[in-house]
């Protein structure tokens, strides 16, 4: 418990600023719960205090860190699956279409498949990005905890290393010839040469998604070991 002035007013005074840097280490603070709150109180005397909407910080200790990074990163690889699943269905439509008559490719129905496996590409690649955002940030963070292992960070960049290419890359020659395909400017044996390249494109970003998940997944389970063995 505590408190601490930012800034002193003044009878005139009709507004103030202040910062306030928290530091669990500075403040000495064990792993607990901390609520913080601002207020204000009117330079009156007898001015009451008016408190913020309370914000609540959990200082962890070192274990409970690199658990809360395990956790994520089994999130963010659990999203990683899902997205395989996805890009799996997708690979059996491109299939589907692939293995029309001649002359139904070019029909409506078939057009609008072919733009929605476009579209469905497109969502991919930036859902992707976030995800790719999101390991960034999560190995700064590991980074501050030298209770995790260097060798389980190191298979954590490994796999940050293995995504990156993917959206601009095999995903992005997809999701394009995906759409070529679908263009009425094409000739059907246009469109099916467009399909099957946009097939092994999207069948590439596949496999380098699943390599990457098993990379990210490897890296939990070294973080899980060393982290248990520092406990001990």
Same mark, same amino acid.
């Given at each position: ?7 002193? &007013?003044?009878? /005139?005074? /009709?507004?103030?600023? &202040?910062?306030?840097?928290? !530091? ?15 207020? /204000? !109180? ?17 200082? %962890? ?5 690199? !658990? ?14 899902? =997205? ?7 690979? *059996?439509?491109?299939?589907? %279409? ?31 990005? *976030? ?6 940030? %999560? ?12 060798? &389980?960070?190191? @298979? ?11 959206? *601009?890359?095999?995903?992005? =020659?997809?999701?394009? %010839? ?5 263009? @009425?400017?094409?000739?059907?044996q246009e469109s099916r040469k467009d399909l099957d390249d946009g097939e092994n494109s999207h069948s590439e970003a596949t496999q380098a998604?699943? *390599? ?21």
């Amino acid at each position: 418990r505590g408190e601490k002035v930012l800034a002193d &007013g003044q009878p /005139t005074q /009709t507004g103030l600023k &202040g910062t306030f840097l928290f !530091q669990a280490r500075a403040l000495k603070l064990s792993p607990q719960r901390v609520v913080i709150r601002g207020f /204000t !109180q009117d330079y009156k005397p007898g001015g009451k205090r008016v408190y913020s909407e309370p914000m609540i910080i959990f200082v %962890l200790s070192k274990s409970e860190h690199a !658990q809360m990074i395990r956790n994520e990163l089994e999130r963010i690889t659990s999203d990683l699956e899902g =997205m395989i699943r996805r890009m799996d269905a997708m690979a *059996d439509e491109a299939k589907r %279409l692939k293995g029309m008559e001649n002359g139904k490719l070019k029909d409506a129905e078939s057009q609008e498949r072919l733009h929605a496996l476009a579209d469905e590409e497109q969502a991919n690649r930036r859902e992707l990005g *976030d995800l790719l955002n999101r390991s960034e940030s %999560l190995f700064k963070e590991a980074s501050r905890n030298s209770q995790i292992d260097p060798a &389980g960070m190191k @298979e954590f960049m490994k796999g940050i290393s293995m995504l990156k290419p993917i959206p *601009d890359g095999s995903m992005k =020659m997809a999701q394009k %010839l995906f759409r070529d395909s679908a263009s @009425e400017s094409r000739s059907e044996q246009e469109s099916r040469k467009d399909l099957d390249d946009g097939e092994n494109s999207h069948s590439e970003a596949t496999q380098a998604l699943k *390599d990457t998940m098993n990379q990210l997944s490897k890296s939990a389970q070294d973080m899980e070991a060393s982290t248990f063995v520092a406990r001990l």
